[in-house]
């Protein structure tokens, strides 16, 4: 066989789904989040694990991912699953934002993910692990099933399924070919055989159930036939004699009506005999059918109660009342709505919001329609009577298995068991010649039959005596029927209490009574099945095999039975292996869907999943047309996964099932509800609803469902609108409105105030005042209602700048609010009316207002009001803040923080924390509070999944670490910045990627690793190149060479960077201050580097660049800086001309010491080019004395110093002036005195500039 693999590539595609196109927006999308999963792949593990596929790597850029597999029961798994489509939607549904499920495409255009999977890649891995797995099974060329026990290509030939030789240790299969291979095999004939095929997976997983060796020859071999079931009539081929009073005896031609079907593979089946009348076994090898059935629908469902099954029980209506009232139900009709849009603006009209008309309809038209409703709500009664039944028929119409009719008699322990007399109207009754829907409580395992027929008696063994008298009693009176269900409780007391010999009798004296009499043939079916598993677990081979096969035939063949033992399952199993074994699909699909019944009836749904999943496949194999009950299928099989906690596979599984079929309402509601339990925690509505919810509304026939419109288009306004997409969820509470127009006066305006507060939210405040007044003026609203409405009022006029009428609505409103009670809608009242004087400029007022509604929110619960509670403390803090003190606001912000960790709102959580951030980076600086509070930011961020916003946290806190200034601090940013850009990556944001790499680069100058620095570098330039952006590639040269410039060592690379990248880039840019500040940095990182030469080229630029933008300080420095490199080129007449020039573009007069400080030190530095370079004492002495004038203006005393002592030494060895040395030898002296300076020296002594770079050079 070679290598096979257990690797598996799914390939993601975009497409359209009616014309199967690619989509290319929609792909770019997928590829983005691809990206993001790449970088932290655990929700992506998440999702695969419950498809039972096991992540190996994602490739954003090809929209691949690569899968692995364990063992055979993932692939299994994994397999159907695909199948099903399960993983296109899982896929969906974790790569899809929740605005991509609330688009409202046409059909044509309506776009899906699509998981393309190689076929045999699949084939080749599922092989790959049978193998690994031990003996699987094969289809041989003479579609016979053999086990192989290896490779092919390892000499290992399929054998016969026989425990001896091939199946699992512990495990049996079918015997499907029990003679063993003829010598005489002609070698065309092994050649064939060479070539075996695997069988499905669920085939697989069904011949290794472990099953009794006792089952191997029951029934005897199976031989692949005719795979069609068959009802109706068939012809009696040969002539038969039964061998019991159970079996029909007939001659050869006769005609014989089929009782429910006759199942391929099954030795068995019930027919009647057209002339006699008589019921008993036929031989199905005996008979010709006439009808065979074509559709599988057909042979799965016997009849139309069985399709009922998927939806007994599942969902009432009374569900679905409480659906709609959670999904349609907001408290913004009786709880006054805060105004939460902090600061706004006034709304001008020009500058609001106005949705496209295809989203919301026309002011004009919606204030029609609000007038029209209101005329017709005068005559509508105040409270409406809820209809008594929405017509959810599929939903309520069958009555439940677990609420059966009870039995309409009842054994009393104090009856006198012992007289036949009395017992007379018991045994009557009980030999009833048919079956009655009481005697479903005697019949089935899963009723509490012992509590409900026998409640009086609480001692088994009491029950089991006097059931026993019972049966003397028929057994006297001749009463057979009764007698045979009297024996059939007696043998289920029995084999409750693990009494198997016992139970055995009593389900032989059952069937003896019967007779051959399949007049209640669901009693036949109990006492059969019954036996059946009292002999399997005594290990009779004999009577196994003349029951066994007879029990399949009627379990598999009656329509509609009754589960009466728990072992029945493991007789559909083996009905199930011969169906495998005889390759019949409707005989398989009709076991599968038998085995989920049978689970589901005894409460173990999770072991119905792959009958139920393989009863679909088969469906959908089979090319038959949709019909009504797969939908109720696919939510059944929903309904399991959710119990199982897989919660990506139940929204996949109801997906698919509103694409399948046409769903019902029932159905659409149902949907909602599985939705809702099993969409991620963070949207308390998800929008996967909204699909669900238009199904529902296009459900609804003209003319009926007029109650359920209401809450249905409600419900999807509400949707829409906690996701933010105010325009059609204004849509959908107008057309909310219109149908509720026979709902009473309290719901209409209850919808009314909804529709007005959306048109707030969109920014329509005129509309919404408009919609509230209607309502005034009908004067329909209760007082409750007319304070909303007064609240509802104030916000809009604030929103539209009418303050003052404002005030006096809210003043209406808290008034209302503290007549009624209502301490929530006070606070919420306080609260509007302190933004309101917050907006107005009335601080101190506004405050009040705020402690005043902090002192009502702190008394309510926090599940209530937790979040527009934690809103006020944030407003009051960021008042406190602004006003003071300080540490009050922080104190609210740290409140704000703790209420909303207490009610478990993450977005609150991270408004407070974003505030305490600011607080402590702005308002009262703290390094270390200032990264803890960022730190805890960063993990909400991650819990709301925000990548964008985790990436700005990131580089913030890199930069924290980065101004700490130690090397773990350092190391720290390092790890802070390298996580960014991974995220920047993910995003495709390349501006921020190019400034992470360099900031990475940058620390990695700090901790002294050059290798690392370089690499870093140009990986950040390689970015800024590949965006095309010269602005980026600028920036990023400049910061790169920054770092170097910044620096301790190696800054001689900065000039590169400078001048050989960045300032090229200035200059084809046309950007001049860059230029400029290029220009300056290169003259002073070239004389730093004794480069004085080079440096005078950059000079010259920046003065020429300085003039032209008209900055004269710049210009200034320029002069300097030329005067200093001409200086220390030797050109002293140069340099003093330079330096006077930057001293004339000074300010007049001098506005600050430093100017001052300024003057002391280029004429300090003047008069010593004059002094050593130009050798002319006379000019220096001049100079000097100008700075010894500005120094004495600027008090320094230290520099008046200086200079005296170099005008005295001048004066003393040049000028030859004595009394003019001597006094300023004096002077030197008297601040040498209080200076606290021993020694005056007077040689003159050179005098530094205050820039390292520029200090001359002189001879000593």
């Not at 009802?231 to 031609?253: I, N």
């Not at 919420?828 to 009040?848: E, I, M």
């Not at 410039?1045 to 800054?1051: H, I, K, L, S, Y």
């Not at 200086?1127 to 600050?1152: D, I, Q, V």
């Amino acid at each position: 066989m070679g290598v096979y693999p257990t690797d598996l590539t799914l390939q993601l595609l975009a497409v359209r789904r009616k014309s199967r196109l690619r989509d290319p927006g929609l792909q770019q999308t997928l590829r983005g989040q691809l990206r993001l999963l790449e970088n932290d792949s655990r929700e992506m593990a998440r999702v695969l694990g419950e498809l039972s596929a096991r992540l190996l790597s994602i490739h954003s850029d090809q929209d691949r991912i690569v899968v692995t597999f364990k063992t055979f029961e993932e692939i299994w798994k994994f397999s159907t699953y695909h199948a099903l489509g399960f993983t296109h939607h899982c896929l969906a549904n974790l790569l899809m934002d929740q605005a991509f499920w609330l688009l409202l495409p046409s059909e044509e255009e309506e776009t899906a993910i699509q998981v393309h999977v190689d076929e045999n890649a699949l084939r080749l891995t599922h092989e790959s692990l049978l193998i690994q797995e031990g003996p699987f099974f094969v289809l041989c060329p003479d579609h016979h099933v053999r086990v192989m026990t290896g490779p092919r290509d390892a000499g290992n030939g399929p054998q016969a399924l026989r425990q001896a030789s091939g199946a699992p240790q512990g495990e049996a299969a079918p015997e499907t070919d029990s003679s063993p291979p003829s010598p005489s095999v002609s070698s065309e004939e092994v050649a064939v055989a060479a070539a075996p095929e695997p069988l499905i997976p669920f085939h697989q997983w069904a011949l290794r159930i472990p099953q009794d060796p006792i089952d191997d020859a029951m029934g005897g071999p199976v031989m692949p036939g005719n795979p069609l079931m068959a009802v109706g009539l068939a012809s009696a081929l040969a002539d038969f004699q039964g061998s019991g009073p159970e079996e029909m005896t007939f001659r050869g031609g006769d005609l014989i009506e089929i009782l429910g079907a006759q199942v391929p593979s099954l030795p068995w089946c019930v027919g009647r005999h057209a002339a006699s009348g008589r019921v008993g076994f036929v031989r199905s090898s005996l008979i010709s059918m006439q009808g065979p059935v074509s559709e599988l629908e057909s042979a799965i469902f016997l009849n139309e109660e069985e399709k009922s099954f998927f939806s007994e029980g599942c969902f009432s209506e009374e569900d679905a009342r409480q659906l709609l009232r959670r999904m349609s139900g907001t408290d913004v009709c009786s709880v006054y709505s805060l105004d939460s849009v902090e600061e706004a603006e006034t709304e001008q009209p020009q500058e609001k919001e106005i949705p496209p008309p295809c989203l919301s309809p026309e002011p004009q038209e919606t204030l029609q329609k609000v007038k029209n409703v209101l005329e017709q709500c005068k005559t509508c009664p105040g409270c409406p009577q809820e209809p008594a039944s929405w017509g959810l028929c599929a939903a309520s119409s069958d009555v439940s298995l677990q609420d059966p009719e009870e039995p309409s008699f009842c054994l009393e322990a104090e009856d006198d068991w012992e007289d036949p007399e009395a017992l007379s109207s018991l045994l009557l009754f009980l030999n009833a010649p048919g079956y009655k829907a009481s005697f479903r409580g005697l019949y089935d395992v899963a009723l509490p039959w012992l509590s409900s027929v026998f409640r009086s008696f609480s001692d088994e063994e009491e029950l089991t005596g006097r059931l026993a008298q019972a049966r003397g009693a028929a057994k006297k009176a001749g009463l057979l029927m009764a007698l045979a269900r009297l024996c059939f409780l007696l043998g289920r007391l029995c084999s409750r209490r693990l009494k198997l010999s016992q139970a055995r009798v009593y389900f032989e004296e059952a069937l003896g009574a019967l007779e051959g009499s399949f007049g209640d043939l669901f009693l036949v079916v109990a006492v059969y099945a019954n036996l059946a598993s009292i002999y399997r677990k005594q290990k009779n081979r004999e009577k196994c095999a003349q029951v066994v096969p007879k029990a399949m035939a009627l379990l598999l063949g009656t329509p509609d039975h009754i589960c009466s033992t728990e072992a029945e399952g493991e007789l559909l199993q083996l009905a199930l292996r011969r169906a495998v074994g005889g390759q019949s699909l409707q005989a398989e699909a009709r076991a599968c869907f038998l085995l989920a019944r049978h689970h589901v009836h005894l409460k173990q749904p999770e072991e119905a999943l792959p009958f139920l999943e393989r009863l679909l496949l088969l469906h959908r194999d089979s090319g038959a047309p949709e019909a009504a009950w797969l939908s109720d299928c696919y939510l059944l099989l929903a309904d399991i996964y959710s119990r199982k906690c897989l919660p990506h596979l139940v929204l996949s599984c109801v997906k698919v099932a509103s694409l399948r079929t046409r769903g019902s309402l029932a159905g659409s509601l149902r949907s909602v509800n599985l939705v809702l339990q099993n969409a991620p925690q963070p949207h308390s509505l998800p929008a996967q609803t909204s699909h669900y919810l238009r199904q529902a509304l296009a459900s609804l026939t003209p003319g009926t469902g007029q109650a359920l419109r209401g809450p249905l288009y409600t419900s999807l306004a509400q949707l829409y609108s906690h996701h933010g997409c105010h325009g059609p969820a204004i849509t959908f509470m107008t057309q909310a409105v219109e149908a509720s127009a026979i709902a009473g006066v309290r719901a209409i305006v209850d919808h009314l105030v909804a529709l007005a507060w959306l048109h707030v939210l969109h920014g329509q405040s005129p509309v919404a005042l408009d919609i509230l007044q209607s309502v005034r003026d009908a004067v329909v609203a209760s007082e409750d209602q007319e304070g909303v409405i007064a609240n509802m009022v104030a916000v809009a006029l604030k929103r539209t700048g009418r303050t003052r009428q404002a005030a006096e609505s809210y003043y209406r409103a808290l008034r209302v609010a503290r007549d009624l009670g209502q301490q929530r809608n006070q606070a919420v009242g306080l609260a509007n009316f302190g933004a309101l004087c917050l907006h107005a400029g009335a601080s101190r007022l506004a405050q009040h207002y705020l402690l005043e509604a902090v002192r009502l929110f702190s008394r309510l619960p926090l599940g209530e009001c937790g979040r527009d509670f934690t809103h006020v403390l944030l407003q009051l803090g960021h008042l406190c803040t602004r006003q003071g003190p300080a540490q009050q606001g922080k104190g609210y912000y740290e409140w704000a923080l703790l209420v909303a960790v207490e009610m478990g709102h993450v977005e609150s959580q991270l408004r407070a924390v974003q505030r305490l951030c600011h607080f402590y980076s702005a308002v009262m600086p703290s390094e270390a509070q200032c990264v803890i509070y960022h730190e805890l930011q960063l993990s909400l961020a991650c819990k709301v999944a925000d990548k964008v916003l985790e990436g700005q946290l990131l580089e913030t806190i890199s930069q924290l670490y980065l101004s700490l200034g130690t090397e773990r601090a350092y190391k720290s940013a390092l790890d802070y910045t390298k996580r960014s850009l991974g995220i920047f990556i993910d995003l495709q944001k390349k501006e921020k990627e190019a400034h992470a790499w360099l900031q990475a680069g940058k620390i990695y100058y700090i901790l002294r690793q050059s290798e690392l620095v370089d690499l870093y570098i140009q990986v950040a330039q390689n970015v800024a190149l590949y965006t095309g952006d010269p602005n980026l590639g600028l920036e990023l040269f400049e910061a790169a060479g920054d770092i170097f410039f910044d620096g301790a060592w190696e800054r001689e690379k900065a000039v590169s960077f400078y001048r050989d990248r960045a300032l090229p880039l200035a200059v084809t840019t046309g950007n001049r201050k860059a230029e400029l500040r290029l220009c300056n940095k290169l003259v002073a990182l070239l004389a730093t580097l004794e480069e004085p030469q080079e440096g005078l080229e950059f000079a010259h630029m920046a003065l020429a660049l300085s003039i032209t933008l008209g900055d004269r300080l710049n210009e200034r420095v320029a002069y300097h800086r030329l005067a200093a490199l001409q200086h220390r080129l030797g050109h002293g007449e140069l340099a003093e001309h330079f330096y006077l020039k930057a001293l004339s573009l000074c300010n007049s007069p001098l506005e600050f010491d430093e100017e001052t400080l300024y003057y002391v030190k280029v004429y300090l530095v003047l008069g010593d080019i004059i002094f050593y370079d130009l050798k002319d004492p006379f000019d220096a002495a001049g100079y000097y004395q100008l700075a010894l004038a500005a120094a004495v203006d600027l008090g320094n005393k230290k520099a008046q110093l200086k200079i005296y002592t170099r005008l005295a030494t001048i004066y003393h060895n040049f000028l030859l002036d004595r009394e003019k040395s001597l006094f300023f030898y004096q002077k030197a002296r008297t601040f040498a005195t209080e200076l606290n300076v021993r020694r005056v020296n007077l040689p003159p002594l050179p005098l530094c500039g205050w820039a390292p770079w520029l200090a001359p050079s002189h001879p000593r």
